[in-house]
């Protein structure tokens, strides 16, 4: 199992039930392939620059595990969503991902005492 973080940028077009129901989408194809651990939604926030000629979008962030390659189908449906404006989805450290609490971590010698 590996643990990964998605980021999620909605379309700051989309009002508020749209974009849930778009999240509850990627969350049901997430679950086909993974298990999330969590969803953080930050809701709508200000580009630093411009994107596609948009300013605003809904951003979440998405904590998850899977097999090594099963999020291959996700990205794809995200990269060709026209709902989603950006994504990336990043591999976390064995060790993060144990900080995290997604994956047991190796014992220390601390916890031996």
């Known amino acids: ?3 990964y973080e998605l980021m999620v940028i909605h379309d700051g077009d989309l009002d508020d039930v749209q974009v ?3 999240l509850k989408d990627l969350r049901s194809r997430i679950d086909e392939v ?3 651990a969590e969803v953080d939604f930050w ?4 580009f630093a620059y411009e994107i596609d000629h948009k300013t605003e979008g ?3 962030v998405i904590e998850l595990t ?3 390659g099963a999020m291959d189908p996700v990205e794809r449906a995200l990269r060709i969503a026209d709902s989603v404006v ?3 989805l990043i591999r976390l450290p064995d060790d993060e991902a144990a900080r995290r609490g997604l994956l ?3 014992a220390s010698a601390n916890d031996s005492d």
């Open 43 to 46: 809701g709508r926030r200000r």
């Open 1 to 3: 199992m590996r643990a």
């Open 58 to 60: 809904y951003y979440s």
């Open 34 to 36: 993974g298990t999330i």
């Open 86 to 88: 950006r994504h990336k």
């Open 104 to 106: 047991a971590g190796p």
């Open 20 to 22: 849930q129901d778009e």
């Open 66 to 68: 899977a097999e090594g």
